[in-house]
Each structure stands twice: as C-alpha cells, then as structure tokens.
Nanobody, 120 residues
Framework: QLQLVESGGGLVQPGGSLRLSCVVS????????IGWFRQAPGKEREGVSC????????HYSDSVKGRFTISRDNAKNPVYLQMLNLKPEDTAVYYC?????????????WGQGTQVTVSS
C-alpha cells in the first residue's frame, strides 16, 4: 500500500513563491507517474502538473505553465512543486497522487493535502 505525505503549504502574498513536497512510501509496479492536483472551495479538483518516473517527462496545466515546476531528485523521492508568481486564484488544497501514467490524469493513491493560500 502506498502512502503519500505532502508538506510546504502556507500563506503567501501575491507574487510570492512556495515549494511543495510529496514523499511517497511503498512500491507499486504498475504506476509510473506522480501528479499534483488542487481543489479550491466550491470548485472541482483539477490537475496541475505531472512527472513520469520512467522518462522524466513533465506536464502542466495551462493555468500554471511558466510559473510552476515539478521535479524530483535522483532518488525519485520526494517530488517537488515549485510555485512562483503565485496568484490569489492559486489558493486551494494541493494534493499529490500516484497515477498509472500522466496521460490518464487519474490518481489512484492520494496524500492528505496541504493548504496554499495566496492573499495580501
């Protein structure tokens, strides 16, 4: 059974930055990707970014492209989400998830989430 733990959320002013971390424990043979999702109050959960374990390819939603960067170290754990130039509309609970692949867009294992609030 996989376990995911996110950290790094908090309160930041518009234009500020945060780095989220996701530590994955456990092992699965048929899941190749780690993704970040977010859910704002009253809105559906949306995919933000994804990274493939096999080839390191990365994917971003249009709303964060150019501002957020997903990465992982050589040991492949943890997975980071560097967020720059944060906007109030980035306010949400951010979750990391394990996916079969980034194209699926579907998380099969989830962390508990970390709150990001962008406000002056």
């Amino acid at each position: 059974q996989l376990q995911l733990v996110e950290s790094g959320g908090g309160l930041v002013q518009p234009g500020g930055s945060l780095r989220l971390s996701c530590v994955v424990s456990g092992f699965t043979l048929d899941h190749d990707a780690i993704g970040w999702f977010r859910q704002a109050p009253g809105k559906e959960r949306e995919g933000v970014s994804c990274i493939s374990s096999s080839d390191g390819s990365t994917h971003y939603s249009d709303s964060v492209k150019g501002r957020f960067t997903i990465s992982r170290d050589n040991a492949k754990n943890p997975v980071y989400l560097q967020m720059l130039n944060l906007k109030p509309e980035d306010t949400a609970v951010y979750y990391c998830a394990v996916l079969k692949n980034c194209d699926s867009g579907v998380g099969d294992y989830w962390g508990q989430g970390t709150q990001v609030t962008v406000s002056s």
